[in-house]
């Protein structure tokens, strides 16, 4: 099961093995839980179709013998990525039905992730304060009886559901643009994932929400970082549908930092990489993407633009990350912005937002009076301030 959850491809192998036996015994019940299992390995690396198959002949095994938790587990994950792949409508329309039925055939464990799947497919499909409504008491129910990330006493089921749970609610905040809560809810989903489960691909997940966050509040070397590490989980483990989704973010983050051509590139290898899988985004995260787009077109004019568009769309995955590094060791700092302050810079403004004097600051950080006064300067310059007034309420409203 471990190999299951991680979607490793070794699972594939160990649940064939086991099919041989299944059949020779004839325990169908068992075979609807091996078409489930292929079904999740092929869903999160990528291979859509193959998984829509083998969530389809899960389901038709577990009915043709009434096994229901099996079944609510496959029609759970179908519906979640025909939401993904632009189906979330029609995916919504029959998992509320199929719902109320594995309620009422007492579906065990896959209830909460047909309820997790119902606010997933319906916050995809538009309806976000609706299924945040519904998500948000249910994650924090689930807290409550199993503990926070540091409980061992709950047991990894307990545990995959927080992670689940809170993952799912965190890119639905960002959806409803509650970048506070988003942050909060994917971090500790991460959290839980890194010291109760050390499961790769359900942390990735939480820290692209992370990243999206950070970026949304202005920490773009954060969310940077965050980023990287999603694309690094997806290129090291082969979840080929989590690559497009950190590239989005790389992008944004480049863009951010005044680094066009960066930007412009990863963009497009991005749309490339979510062509290929099929998948569509969220609404709130395609208005982020057109959004970049335009301010690169206005930066950047037609013309150079046209080139990073075809270098981006040219690259493959592997050529990707591999000028991803590249780009990212020669990057200059940006000229404006919170981003453009030194080490130095930010511990001035973190002392000075503290109500310290210039003197104060310089006895703290072993420089003359004089020389806190010419990095003020540089400070103010960069952010647009005027005086050390301006400079704490920005910073306030920054943190906010």
């Known amino acids: 099961m471990t190999l299951v959850m991680q979607a490793d491809a070794c699972a594939v192998d160990v649940f064939n093995e086991a099919l041989d036996i299944i059949e020779r015994t004839g325990y169908a019940e068992f075979a609807a839980w091996h078409w489930f299992g292929v079904g999740w390995v092929s869903h999160f690396q990528g291979r859509d179709e193959e998984a829509l198959e083998l969530y389809a002949r899960a389901i038709e095994v577990a009915d043709a013998v009434g096994e229901p938790v099996s079944a609510g587990m496959a029609r759970a994950l179908r519906a979640m990525l025909r939401a993904d792949r632009g189906d979330g409508a029609a995916a919504l329309a029959e998992l509320g039905p199929v719902t109320d039925a594995s309620i009422a055939a007492g579906a065990g464990f896959a209830i909460p992730a047909l309820r997790s799947a119902l606010n997933y497919v319906g916050a995809c499909a538009g309806q976000v304060e609706a299924a945040r409504s519904s998500a948000a008491p249910r994650v924090e129910a689930a807290l409550a009886r199993y503990g926070g990330a540091n409980n061992q006493q709950a047991g990894a089921s307990g545990a995959y559901g927080q992670a689940f749970g809170l993952s799912i609610l965190a890119r639905i905040d960002l959806a409803a643009r509650d970048l506070t809560a988003a942050a909060d809810h994917a971090r500790l989903a991460a ?31 954060a969310a940077e970082r965050l980023a990287h590490e999603a694309l690094a989980i997806a290129i090291e483990h082969r979840f080929a549908a989590e690559v497009f989704p950190a590239l989005d973010l790389l992008a944004q983050a480049a863009g951010a930092l005044d680094s066009v051509e960066e930007a412009a590139r990863i963009l497009c290898a991005a749309e490339r990489a979510r062509t290929d899988r099929g998948r569509l985004r969220w609404k709130h995260e395609q208005l982020a993407i057109d959004d970049l787009y335009e301010r690169l077109r206005l930066a950047m004019g037609d013309d150079r633009l046209a080139p990073e568009i075809d270098a981006g769309r040219s690259l493959s995955t592997d050529d990707t990350v591999a000028w991803l590094r590249r780009a990212r060791g020669s990057r200059k700092r940006p000229a404006a912005g919170w981003e453009s302050l030194t080490p130095t810079e930010r511990q001035v403004v973190e002392l000075a937002t503290k109500g310290l004097t210039n003197p104060e600051i310089g006895e703290r950080m072993f420089i003359a009076r004089g020389t806190v006064k010419i990095h003020l300067s540089h400070i103010y310059a960069k952010l647009g301030v005027r005086n050390r007034s301006e400079l704490v309420g920005l910073a306030a409203r920054r943190s906010c």
């Open 191 to 221: 959290e839980i994932t890194d010291r109760r489960l050390a499961n790769p691909l359900i942390g990735a997940a939480p820290r692209r929400y992370l990243a999206a966050a950070e970026l949304g509040h202005g920490e773009v070397s």
